[in-house]
């Protein structure tokens, strides 16, 4: 397999949980401490491998900086090709269109 690496970035702590359990979060949402914002990226980093059988996505969890005012934000690791592909896999077997009433 190729040597080929995704590179993800960082996501906000918000984005992340809602990746977690799929339910829009409130932008409104209060600022989170480091031990939600620690949880929530330990989260991504087991989702992650139990969507794609073991595969590795390491994570680092970034609190509130008061100096800089920066939000807290989760750095995503970067992905293996086959990994990244297993998790698109995995994403879109667990989407399900929703029919909305008009």
Sequence with gaps: ???????????????????????????DLECPDYPEVA???DHLHEAVKAATCGGFM?????PYCERC?????????????DVAQRLVQALQTAYRPVDLPL
């Excluded at 397999?1 to 992340?16: E, F, P, Y």
């Excluded at 005012?69 to 090709?81: E, H, K, R, S, V």
């Design 39 to 41: 949880a929530t990226a």
């Design 69 to 81: 005012g920066a939000d807290p934000a989760i750095t995503l690791g970067d992905l293996t090709l």
């Design 1 to 27: 397999m190729s040597d080929l690496l995704i590179t993800l970035g960082d996501v906000s702590v918000q984005a992340g949980a809602s990746f977690l359990d799929g339910q829009p979060v409130p932008a």
């Design 58 to 62: 390491d994570t680092k969890a970034h």
